[in-house]
């Protein structure tokens, strides 16, 4: 009977089980499942007491995976990153006592440190910004681009072939009055 008191579930006449609690099914279905493994009715709890263990979630993958592209450049790593954090702290340590070595005392050392840093951040930080107003290389750019290459990809995959070749015909067409008009 102390079996009985430790697993309130085997009063249903469930036999205990090393398996998952979540039985796998076919077809998505999802029964309830009490905290001790038992598959219920979808309606009535098959545990004393009501009490239904959480659902798992299910991630299905694609059989076939893209390979992802990660960027190289210097910045976009955690190992990168931990090397900047520790550059700009080894140049603060750098400034605070190459000050107090000239002199200066260490409450204001570390006043001008904090400046220093924080204004060489924010200003390092809006040109960059800038930089890429300039250089049109700012995402809304080139999520734009992107969309407008996609569109065109799929405008070339639906044209049938006499679509296609009248289309290259019209290219190489101005090519040939764009050369002329240059001469």
Same mark, same amino acid.
């Given at each position: 009977m102390a079996s009985l008191t430790a697993r309130p579930c085997a009063l249903l006449g469930a036999a205990p089980s090393r398996r998952s609690p979540v039985p796998f099914l076919v077809g998505g279905a999802r029964p309830a499942v009490?905290?001790?493994?038992?598959?219920?009715?979808?309606?009535?709890?098959?545990?004393?007491?009501?009490?239904?263990?959480?659902?798992?979630?299910?991630?299905?993958r694609a059989s076939e995976e893209k390979e992802v592209n990660y960027n190289k450049q210097f910045g976009y790593s955690r190992k990168d990153i931990i090397l900047i954090g520790v550059g700009l702290i080894a140049l603060g340590y750098a400034l605070y006592y190459g000050l107090q070595a000239t002199g200066?005392?260490?409450?204001?050392a570390g006043n001008w440190v904090q400046l220093i840093i924080f204004m060489g951040i924010? /200003?390092?930080?809006?040109?960059? &910004?800038?930089?890429? *107003?300039?250089? %049109?290389?700012?995402?809304? /750019?080139?999520?734009?681009?992107? &969309?407008?290459?996609? *569109?065109?990809? %799929?405008?070339?995959?639906?044209?049938?072939?006499?679509?296609?070749?009248?289309?290259?015909?019209?290219v190489e067409g101005d090519k040939l009055r764009q050369a002329a008009r240059k001469e």
């Open positions: 009490c905290v001790h493994g038992v598959a219920a009715a979808p309606r009535r709890s098959a545990c004393p007491g009501g009490r239904r263990a959480a659902q798992p979630s299910v991630v299905a200066m005392e260490p409450g204001f924010c /200003v390092f930080w809006v040109s960059t &910004y800038v930089f890429r *107003v300039a250089t %049109k290389q700012m995402t809304y /750019v080139k999520q734009l681009e992107n &969309y407008e290459e996609a *569109v065109m990809k %799929k405008r070339i995959e639906e044209m049938t072939e006499a679509e296609l070749e009248q289309l290259a015909s019209d």
